[in-house]
């Protein structure tokens, strides 16, 4: 169950790399809050598969409902509840606002995820990792 695959962490890191550009250098209403939403999970995704040798609907399921879960707990305020609203690393990782489109976002990849890495797998190919 345990192990290391190169090619997920390296688009793991690909990822994430493309993540904080976009968080740096795009202000736009579309890539940063859509596009960033549906790559995020296929961050998770990516660096989960990184270390552990689980089927693709496992992991992605469990990445979908972590995402949820991440937005539920912008939707309750968790941040103000805890008492962590001055501190950046708490609103940055957690987030502060809940949005009916980042769960469209998060669903689309976990839907790109799922077809793409099944035809990876039904063709033998390297379309994703």
Known sequence: ?????????????????????????????????????????????????T????????????????????EFLQY???VERLGLEKSALARTVIGTSFAWADIVAYIAGFVLIVVTETYREKNAGSIFC
């Open 1 to 49: 169950m345990l192990t290391f695959n190169k090619r997920y962490f390296a688009l793991t890191i690909l990822l994430f790399v493309v993540e904080v550009l976009i968080a740096l250098f795009v202000r736009d209403r579309f890539v940063r809050p859509y596009v960033g939403d549906v790559l995020v999970v296929m961050l998770i995704y990516c660096f989960v598969k």
């Open 76 to 78: 309750i305020h968790i």
């Open 51 to 70: 270390f552990m040798n689980l089927p693709i609907t496992s992991v992605a399921i469990f990445v979908l409902v972590f995402a949820l879960t991440i």
